[in-house]
């Protein structure tokens, strides 16, 4: 085989030599590469297709032990949002070219492969981007609003999905006021908030603790006032007073303000209440709040065992059969506060 010898200046005969290549772009990949040599001069030659095919098996390699991404990742990530290479290039901020050179096998730095790899695994990052790149005019409204008003919709879907969850417990525990909603027209408002507030200041706290917290909130607040705060009724359960028809479920769900969370225990699954901290202390008048704190820094240190047993002691619950409602005439009676 003969190939033009820059140095001889002519066409001449050539030898293949291997050599190892231990590293590439800073990554170990021990591999090997054939060079091109003038059987005259000795000097290395350019030869295309040899250097095509070292180049195929040493950018293989360093793919694979530097987790580079492929050129498969890049274009199931324009599909996902049905972009061009055009438009994705202008969201990254990279050169004209790149997502081109990339999607037919270019070899993107490692340090451009993880940046890209971060937004195919953080939808949120990615959406991050997209409106930084509209703000700064490198894509126009047309692309924007493909890609950001499908994020919309799912956000509209997830808060859809929580009124609704309202909605439903309004319509099954709302009623006008009477003795065993403490007069009290059902607030689910202030409810999540009371509850994300109580979960701030109360650790592990537990659906099953909560369930009592409030009935002890509403129950003081109708002895000292005569009117509870949440508007919930509440009925006898084996473990106390409990939310009635165990609407807690819902309740629990709501997660703007609090999340829950469930734990495995020796005693089987336990539902924990966690504040996301936002809870809004306008929702509930000063003389609530003092209600709230006082039966906070009651319970707080007892565990949830120790909490059921003192609602046991309540006439509330021990003048009640079973599923009973419980009425607020019991209020009067309360041990828990004189
Ligand atoms: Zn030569």
Known sequence: MKVYCPYCKKEVEYKIEKRDIKDFRGIEINTYENVAVCKECHQDLYVNEIEEKNNERIYELYREKAKIIKPQDIIDLR???????????????????????????????????????????????????????H????????????IVSEELNVNISKEQIQDN???????????????????????????????????????????????????????????????????????NQKFGPTIIDKKYDELSLLDDKYIREDIETENGNTTKIISNGNYDLNKISYAEKEIIDTIIKTLKNKTV?????????EEGWKKTKRFERISFDYAMDLNIIK
């Open 79 to 133: 599909e996902k949002y049905d972009i061009s290479q055009r438009e994705l290039t202008a969201i990254l901020g990279f050169g004209k070219m790149t997502i081109n050179r990339y999607e037919r096998g270019g070899v993107p730095t490692k340090a451009q492969s993880d940046y890209i790899k971060l937004l195919i695994d953080n939808n949120d990052k990615f959406i991050e981007k997209v409106k930084e790149a």
């Open 165 to 235: 969850i309202r909605r439903y417990l309004k319509l099954v525990l709302n009623r006008r006021p009477d003795i065993y909603n403490g007069y009290k027209v059902l607030d689910i408002e202030k409810i999540e908030n009371i509850v994300s507030y109580i979960a701030s200041k109360v650790k592990n706290l537990t659906i099953t603790s909560l369930n009592k917290y409030l009935w002890y909130i509403d129950m003081l607040s109708f002895k000292q006032r005569s009117v509870a705060i949440t508007g919930l009724t509440y009925q």
């Open 135 to 146: 703000k700064n005019g490198r894509i126009n409204d047309k692309t924007y609003g493909k």
């Open 305 to 313: 065992t120790d909490i059921s047993e003192l609602s046991h002691k």
